[in-house]
């Protein structure tokens, strides 16, 4: 149903919902015709450059082996360090030099977010049309690109597959936050769009075999151990650039490998840390002190030896390698063991440079560095902060920062993505990072840190800034899972969380947004009291987040809450007032009491179009809300009349690509059918629909409610079996998406079991 939404200061209109599968009044998108571009040739779509000091391991023969074979799937199974992601990259680049014509394209498969902006990247790549719409369903774009065979060979490699969770079930939506599995033979989940075809094969590194088995079959997994003695020996000299420190007498080397327990990230860590400090530091001198700091690892292992032991991931030599190295970064480098703090915040990959430059309390971290370590010879000059002089330049600051990031990534500490604007982290170096915060008690300074940098950055969910939201929105979840202690950071992290609430709404993330919105909501209320305009906001997402999953008595309770104390804090014809009175009236709108809606959105319209202007969006959105409760009553001229106004506004106004002036389209087609002009609505209906499958996705709510629609339509001008094989894929859908129990499932459920009964009973006749 049509409702505004109470963004605080930036009020804007948001239609949403359905009504036994009649009104269509949620959001749409069209995109303006794209010029056609040259398709180009096959090439490499990876965020990292290629190893020079890659050591040819046997197993790499096994891996082209079995990626050979037409449209296979092969997963490489490992512990975290083993090696898996730097054979995955090796093998992409060898594929590229064996076939050319091959395309090699890379995934980051960690969580969803990642995963959907590696289809970004692969989609702007190939130059796919109607990728270019901050909102198109890229992953039916990337598939549909895939299963051409026109387009070529490739292969597609999915890095960190640890949880296929998100790739293997459904979106977790739905009534009551309703868990909803995928169904038997149901074809969207992610990993369908994942082709089954000749042309192309596809290489998974993971962790845990059983993610593995989502995705391959048994015969078709790799396990990826230690390095052998001679591969891990070759690989320690590359790192150490084949020079000689005159300390190999003998089996030095060999036996801080055994140490090491032959792992490459640990090698790799062990070989840039002596390769740091020579000429004055040697192998053996390593080897003393990796036994030293194992046998007083306490403050690492034995601090939260669960946390760091988990899956079985983090080996002993890893976590010790990491803490030598750090242990030294901190003493001659403070402001980089800063950098790597605040870093280990934030999802680990995608890190962007932007959000990491200010790091306002670092004077605080270094002087505990000083006073820690005041015996060693450090380097504080960093041009960050100098309370003192208060005169370092831009410039200065740049390239203090450039050179923190050049010493962690000597320390293979973290990695620069091929854009050069984001960074990664091994997740082991991240835990190690956290767990060494927690058992030193900066965990709270470096959370804080992180959380003002991101509220900084992160933007509110309006349409034009889809898409940095959407780069930032795996941060924005990882904020969410670290809830700061302080008050005023609390603040910060309810601002995150309420800028990330509404861009899922927007993306129709029921749960995400209800999560999100909660937490919003109580943290204003402890901090800020009941009535306080960024509590109300807070409880109008939760409201809005209600509406979206159906729960609407809930949503009514809390709108009422919120548009009473607006009324008696701000006045009746206050903006935001305004804004909760059509929130409430939209969710009267879907529990059937349209006398009641009409009689607040005829009140909204009236007041907006005083004190805003006829041409303002609310007013306009106020206009469509009235006109949807007027065609719900069956006055359908009426309703029209507004529908058109507000939609030739909007064109004018808006534009034509955008939301809302979709969305009067969309209303408008809803008249049509209800006029009897089957053809006008049939041809909006499908035009709908199709630019909702290919920009939202076919799993969006929105895209369900144009499903639902063009089926009733398909019935109503008589295609009988075109309408009902609609609704059924539509109801098997909303069942998955949206829960058994939301509203809209139960009405098109009703609607599919009436209409199968009308053929039966049609069949017995005959």
Not at 55 to 84: F, M, N, P, W, Y
Request: hydrophobic share 35%; glycine share 6%; with cysteine.
């Amino acid at each position: 149903m049509a409702s505004a939404i109470s963004f605080g200061e930036a009020n804007s209109g948001f239609q949403a919902g359905i009504i036994h599968g009649s009104v269509n009044t949620q959001f749409h998108h069209y995109a303006p015709p794209e010029r056609p571009e040259t398709p180009p040739n096959p090439s490499i779509v990876i965020p990292f450059s290629r190893d020079t000091d890659f050591v040819e391991r046997a197993i790499l023969d096994q891996i082209h082996q079995k990626c050979a074979v037409l449209g296979s799937r092969t997963a490489l199974v490992g512990l975290g360090g083993v090696g898996k992601s730097q054979l995955a990259i090796e093998y992409a680049y060898r594929t590229r030099d064996r076939s050319p014509e091959t395309w090699v394209f890379w995934a980051h498969a960690s969580n969803t977010a990642r995963f959907e902006q590696s289809f970004r990247d692969i989609a702007n790549c190939v130059k796919i049309s109607g990728r270019q719409n901050p909102t198109a369903n890229i992953f039916q774009l990337v598939h549909d690109w895939l299963c051409d065979e026109k387009k070529g060979k490739w292969a597609l490699i999915l890095d960190n597959m640890d949880d296929a969770g998100f790739l293997v079930e459904a979106r977790r939506t739905g009534q009551n936050g309703q868990i909803s599995g995928i169904e038997s033979g149901n074809p969207r989940s992610l990993v369908s769009y994942f082709p089954q075809c000749p042309h192309g094969s596809i290489l998974i590194t993971t962790r845990s075999e059983d993610e593995a088995l989502n995705l391959v079959e048994q015969r078709d997994i790799i396990i990826i151990g230690p390095m052998s003695s001679e591969d891990a020996l070759t690989l320690f000299e590359n790192k150490l650039g084949g020079v000689d420190d005159g300390s190999n007498d003998g089996d030095v080397g060999a036996e801080l490998l055994i140490a090491l327990e032959f792992m490459p990230l640990a090698i790799v860590q062990a070989a840039a840390y002596i390769l740091r400090r020579r000429p004055r530091f040697s192998v053996r001198k390593y080897l003393q002190g990796f036994r030293e700091s194992d046998r007083k690892r306490a403050s690492l292992l034995d601090y939260n030896s669960k946390q760091l032991r988990r899956d079985r991931e983090a080996k002993n030599s890893i976590i010790v390698t990491w803490q030598i190295s750090f242990d030294h970064v901190r003493k001659t480098r403070p402001s980089a063991a800063d950098l790597l703090s605040l870093m280990s915040f934030f999802d680990r990959q995608g890190i962007p440079d932007a959000l990491l430059q200010d790091r306002s309390e670092q004077i605080n971290s270094r002087q505990d560095q000083r006073e820690s370590t005041a015996s060693s010879c450090v380097d504080d000059d960093t041009g960050y902060i100098d309370d003192e002089e208060g005169s370092a330049s831009q410039s200065s600051m740049s390239d203090g920062f450039e050179e923190d990031v050049s010493v962690l990534r000597n320390y293979s500490f973290i990695s620069v993505n091929t854009n050069g604007t984001t960074f990664e982290m091994h997740g082991l170096v991240q835990l190690a990072m956290k767990i060494w915060l927690e058992a030193h008690g900066q965990i709270e300074r470096w959370k804080r840190q992180f959380i003002k940098n991101l509220d900084a950055e992160l933007p509110t969910g309006e349409y034009e800034n889809w898409e940095k939201c959407r780069a930032l929105f795996p941060h924005a979840q990882s904020a969410a899972a670290q809830r700061p202690k302080e008050q005023d950071s609390l603040l910060d992290w309810a601002s995150i969380l309420y800028n990330a609430a509404w861009y899922a709404l927007r993306m129709g993330k029921g749960v995400e947004t209800v999560n999100m919105a909660v937490h919003v909501m109580k943290v204003r209320k402890k901090i800020l009291g009941d009535e306080h305009s960024g509590t109300l906001n807070g409880m109008a997402m939760v409201g809005l987040a209600h509406n979206l999953n159906g729960q609407w008595d809930d949503a009514e309770k809390l709108e009422v809450q919120v548009m009473e104390t607006r009324k008696t804090k701000l006045g009746v014809d206050h903006p935001d007032t305004l804004t909760s009175m059509a929130n409430l009236a939209s969710t009267l709108w879907n529990q059937g009491r349209w006398d009641d809606a009409e009689k607040l959105f005829v009140q909204v319209m009236e007041t907006s179009k005083t004190k805003l202007g006829v041409d303002h969006p609310d007013t306009l959105t106020s206009m469509a809300n009235l006109a949807s409760t007027l065609w719900n009553q069956g006055r359908w001229d009426d309703a029209e009349k507004l529908f058109v106004q507000v939609m030739e506004t909007r064109k004018t106004k808006l534009g034509v690509d955008h939301p809302d002036t979709l969305t009067s389209m969309a209303n408008l087609a809803s008249t049509y059918r209800n006029q009897g002009r089957w053809d006008d609505a049939e041809k909006l209906f499908v035009q709908v629909m199709e630019t909702r499958k290919t920009k939202l996705g076919v799993d969006h709510p929105d895209t369900l409610t144009s499903m639902n629609n063009l089926a009733f339509t398909w019935k109503g001008s008589g295609k009988e079996i075109e309408a009902v094989r609609l609704m059924e894929e539509c109801v098997q859908l909303q069942k998955r998406i949206l829960g058994v129990n939301h509203p809209d499932s139960i009405s098109s459920c009703t609607a599919l079991d009436t209409w199968k009964a009308e053929q039966e009973d049609v069949a017995l006749l005959i």
